[in-house]
């Protein structure tokens, strides 16, 4: 999957545990493509601001300030495509929940040209009013069915790199949870099914192999649609998986 995405996904999933359970999944907290972060808060009520380098202290805070819940949202739509081979592509965000108020945390991530890895930044802001909770549903069904029309497109354009990673997407679905203690096995099954299914990006992706297939077999149409419903589908799965317990 798209490391960005995964890493604002397992980030949310950390926040909400730590806020409920006052447990710390240091394993959700690892990144290595991750070089160093920075969390940076709006000022608090007696205009403190504050900024750490580490995610624990990051919710520690927020949970001395009285953050209550988190969710992750991510556009289940795009204009186009070309952007998600590009850092910072898609525009995801965290949104903190307290009993009066919700902020939006918007990461930014840039690549550090000494380790070759990404400093990431998640800052704090303001929104104006406050929103209801987003509530997300099961779409293990919606998924599966797609992800067998999107195998068949692919052996039909004898794409088998892509029909193996729609393969390995429903086995994940299909199969036993991996043993994540964190989340619920059906969460855990979407979570990963979505990494196995994103193949989007630049040179070599779907988007750029599979759709010159599918405009010589004259199936340009076909494949927009299921492609569309692919990207649909992942960030509908990935909010389920990090947002609903």
Known sequence: MNIELLDMTRLTILAR??????????????NTSVDRRRFRLLADRDGAPFETGAAREWLAELSRRGASDFKLIVPDELDSYERLDRVNGIRCCIICFYDDRATSFNRLW?????????????????????????VFHDVSENMTTLLERLRALAADLRLSEFSFR?????????????????IRPVN????????????????GSWTDVARRAAEDAGRREEFEFLTRE??????LSVMYAANED
């Open 110 to 134: 840039t690549l550090n040209p000494v380790s070759g890895k990404f400093d990431v930044q998640l800052v704090e802001f303001p929104i104006d009013r406050m929103h209801e909770k987003p």
């Open 17 to 30: 545990h730590f806020i409920r359970t006052g447990e710390w999944a240091s394993s959700l907290a690892r």
């Open 188 to 203: 855990s099954r979407l979570l990963h099914a979505a990494s196995e299914a994103y193949v989007f990006g630049g040179k």
């Open 166 to 182: 729609f393969t390995a997407a429903l086995n994940v679905l299909r199969g036993k949870p991996d043993g994540a203690d964190v």
């Open 230 to 235: 692919l990207y649909r589908g992942i960030a």
